[in-house]
Nanobody
Framework: VLLQESGPGLVKPSQTLSLTCTVSGASITTNPYAWTWIRQPPGKGLEWIGYITYRGDTGYSPSFKSRTSISRDTSKNQFFLQLRSVTPEGTAVYYC???????WGQGTQVTVSS
């Protein structure tokens, strides 16, 4: 199973960060998988952002809930992250993952800067 993150590497402050995770080798609608977004700021630990389940239900970390949306396109076997009103503290490597099976993407660097 492969997960691949994609999206812009540079986002300006106050804009929306949008990332795509393309999954191959497994269907995102397979019970009981949940598909997760996680990030790691430079010099810091992993931060769990949220998930979308095989049924399309979503859950978010309280730290991100007010400005985050996770969605999916089952026809493309992709799921998405939108993080609104980003600040420079949003600079991080962003990962998509299926934690149940320990599937991870390689991560994509996103820098928030004007």
């Amino acid at each position: 199973v492969l997960l691949q993150e994609s999206g812009p590497g540079l986002v300006k402050p106050s804009q929306t960060l949008s990332l795509t995770c393309t999954v191959s080798g497994a269907s995102i609608t397979t019970n009981p998988y949940a598909w997760t977004w996680i990030r790691q700021p430079p010099g810091k630990g992993l931060e769990w952002i949220g998930y979308i389940t095989y049924r399309g239900d979503t859950g978010y970390s309280p730290s991100f809930k007010s400005r985050t949306s996770i969605s999916r396109d089952t026809s493309k076997n992709q799921f998405f992250l939108q993080l609104r009103s980003v600040t420079p503290e949003g600079t991080a490597v962003y990962y998509c993952a299926c934690l149940l099976e320990d599937y991870w993407g390689q991560g994509t660097q996103v820098t928030v800067s004007s």
